[in-house]
């Protein structure tokens, strides 16, 4: 569905006259459409144990004589990302590298998510732009029942039918603008 609605993002004109307007003016509004695609599930994250550093240390707090006689603290640093987990609430080394392994995870799987999220946003910031007339795509005239595309300069006059959907001829019109465009700059 995407690949079909893709050419849908942008700045839609609408010119109408409402039904309370006396004089039979017609009034113009914009809306601004961002297509875009479903994001990627985050799978979680496999840590590379050579993209990793531990350190070990004592633990500090309230553990009397145990705290300071073993190494049980745990802090993990992901060299590439830079993240730094720590872990001493366990009295077992193992179980606080375990914890802080998963933490680790938790942590580079969120900072994924946010980077698809970020992308994604400055994408329907691009596609929105300013919303302004002037950055119209597309103009949907129903005093004339007219919808015209500026793009590629097509004029339908089967207003009522596009808004009920319709929007094969439109978008084939577009794809196949879109098909020249791409052998154009292959030649």
Do not use: W
């Not at 005239?141 to 089967?158: E, S, V």
């Not at 084939?172 to 020249?180: C, D, G």
């Amino acid at each position: 569905m995407f690949s079909r609605l893709k050419f849908e993002s942008g700045t839609h004109r609408v010119q109408r006259v409402p039904a309370t307007e006396a004089q039979g003016r017609v009034h113009t509004s914009t809306v601004t459409v961002a297509i875009l695609p479903e994001l990627e599930e985050v799978e979680k994250v496999q840590i590379n144990p050579a993209q990793i550093r531990v350190d070990t240390y004592r633990a500090s707090g309230a553990g009397g004589q145990h705290v300071n006689k073993t190494d049980s603290a745990v802090r993990i640093t992901h060299l590439p990302s830079g993240i730094v987990v720590e872990c001493q609430d366990e009295r077992s080394q193992h179980k606080n590298r375990s914890r802080a392994m998963s933490l680790l995870a938790a942590r580079l799987t969120a900072a994924e998510r946010e980077r698809q999220l970020s992308a994604q946003a400055s994408s329907r910031k691009l596609q929105v732009g300013t919303a302004e007339r002037s950055e119209r795509i597309r103009t949907y005239n129903f005093p004339q029942g007219r919808m015209t595309d500026h793009r590629i300069n097509l004029t339908l006059y089967r207003l009522p039918e596009i808004m009920q959907g319709d929007l094969d001829e439109l978008l084939s019109a577009l794809q196949n603008e879109y098909q020249a465009e791409l052998l154009a700059e292959t030649e």
